[in-house]
């Protein structure tokens, strides 16, 4: 009896394991545990490889025509189609053609690019309709540029308007080398997944008339250099109908993006764990329904809100160049940051969430030059302060943690000038000194290293210019007011934000019981 009851138990965990195994699940990074938890990086060997041989296919483009050294592939005029798994190795210049990938779903493709210059004037210049994963390759020291057709593409696939990117893909997608590639998407978006995105590493510019990267499911940034320009997002994915896909998940690299929409938008959650991410330009900085920052260092100039964790349809984009940007309906949205070194500049909200804002720990500014239904930080639930350095104000309304905070901080409603240092003293001892950039309403400071119900003299330069006792949550307050808090005297959103001249990272000096 017991020996059947064994085999009973092992079918039905086969046949839940065939249940629950499918092209997604076998993604490049590992899916949250829950639609509120981050991602982490689970990548392979091969994903990480750029591992190539001599004796592979080789693919010689000249100009107008193609040959073919090997196997896997045919050529037909200035197209060659990819049939077959296995290594493709690609150089030379394709004035008027397409590398077209055409496998099977069980076959893993790698297309090595070896100095390439490859321009398609109807369509995209890499197009991979169907294999089980393809990698891109940048071989060590070269230059490699896809040029699509502009506003003379056309869809190979009309019913599903595909490929919709220079560099696309109908399954998962892996970029890695340490070789450099250029994408010129001037018809929609520049590198393009319908399944997971992987930049694994590579130097890797993209001009995009949409989106620069955009993964269905999910996009990981492992390592590498990204530098993006993109009329639409800068990174994008928008699965929106599985709770645990439509992620973005930064485990490191160098990324800088100037962004006609949002610098990154991810349905779901959005992780940064390391790296440095540096956003220029954009209507919102970083747009997910969960932003979770663990470490790294990220710098965001924003027209509108510079971190937004929206529900339902995004009202605070309904303003945007682009519209409202759907999300599934419901859920809990949130903020979370334990730690990394993060300066917002923003002509909405600093930090706005339709949910909760968590702050642990790191260093975080964010400031605002806006209209007075904005603020610094904006929830619509709880904002907790339990650790780290917290620096924000500017014009608009002003706003306090929630009473669920351990961590104190004072408030300040006057005499905050522009390039001005503000100092935070404790019997002569220097607590936080911090240069704003921008004449302010209201500053708040927050750090571990300030008690509550502690008396602090506030110097603007070196003038004293207020004595105030620190508070926790909405208690204890006094001396430097709550001046703001209606919201009177704020300033227009300007059409567009343009970070202040030599702004740069301002000023933040901690002592050594707060952080850096």
């Not at 306090?400 to 300040?412: A, D, E, K, R």
């Amino acid at each position: 009896m017991r020996k059947i009851t064994a085999i009973i138990l092992t079918l039905i965990l086969t046949i839940f394991c065939f249940a629950g195994c499918s092209k997604t699940g076998e993604a490049n990074s590992a899916e949250p545990s829950s639609p509120a938890e981050p991602a982490t990086g689970q990548f392979t060997e091969e994903d990480a490889s750029g591992a190539w041989s001599d004796s592979d296919t080789k693919i010689e483009l000249n100009g107008s025509s193609v040959s073919v050294s090997g196997s896997g592939a045919a050529v037909n005029g200035s197209i060659v189609t990819i049939n077959a798994g296995g290594t493709y190795i690609v150089l030379g210049e394709l004035q008027d053609g397409q590398i077209s990938v055409a496998a099977t779903n069980t076959d893993d493709v790698r297309i090595v690019l070896n100095g390439v210059d490859i321009t398609n004037k109807t369509g995209a210049p890499i197009y991979a309709s169907q294999c089980h994963k393809l990698t891109i390759t940048l071989a060590e020291g070269t230059q490699n540029i896809l040029t699509d057709g502009g506003s003379d593409f056309q869809y190979s696939d009309t019913t599903n308007e595909e490929p919709n990117a220079a560099l696309f893909c109908k399954d998962d997608l892996t970029i890695n080398g340490t070789g450099t590639l250029t994408v010129n998407a001037g018809f929609n978006n520049g590198i393009g997944s319908k399944d997971n995105l992987l930049i694994e590493n590579g130097n890797i510019t993209v001009n995009a008339a949409n989106h620069g990267l955009r993964g269905n499911d999910s996009v990981t940034v492992s390592d590498g250099s990204l530098n993006i320009t993109a009329g639409n997002d800068g990174i994008q994915t928008n699965n929106t109908n599985d709770a645990f896909l439509g992620w973005i998940l930064i485990d490191n690299g160098t990324i800088t993006i100037a962004a006609g929409d949002d610098g990154m938008h991810a349905d779901g959650n959005l992780t940064v764990n390391s790296g440095t991410i540096k956003i220029t330009e954009s209507f919102e900085g970083l747009e997910a329904s969960n932003i979770i920052i663990t470490d790294g260092t990220i710098d965001i100039v924003s027209s509108d809100d510079a971190l937004n964790a929206a529900g339902g349809n995004d009202q605070s984009g309904g303003g945007g160049r682009f519209g409202k940007d759907n999300f599934a309906a419901g859920g809990a949205y949130s903020i979370a940051v334990s730690g990394g070194s993060i300066t917002l500049y923003a002509g909405g909200d600093g930090i706005d969430s339709n949910g909760t804002i968590n702050i642990s720990g790191g260093t975080i500014i964010a400031m605002i030059n806006s209209s007075s239904d904005n603020g610094a930080l904006d929830a619509d639930g709880a904002t907790t302060f339990t650790g780290g350095t917290i620096i924000y104000g500017g014009t608009g309304t002003g706003s306090i943690p929630g009473s669920n905070s351990t961590q104190s901080y004072v408030f300040l409603n006057s005499g905050i000038a522009a390039d001005k240092e503000i100092s935070v003293k404790k019997d002569g001892q220097t607590i936080i000194t911090f240069t704003p950039t921008i004449s302010c309403r209201y500053l708040s400071l927050s750090s571990p290293d300030i008690k509550s119900g502690e008396s602090y003299e506030i110097y603007s330069g070196d003038s004293l210019i207020s004595t105030v006792t620190a508070g926790t949550g909405s208690n204890g307050i006094t001396g430097g007011g709550h001046g703001g808090m209606d919201g009177t005297g704020g300033m227009e959103r300007p059409g567009g934000m343009e970070r202040p001249e030599g702004m740069g990272k301002p000023g933040v000096m901690i002592t050594p019981g707060g952080r850096n």
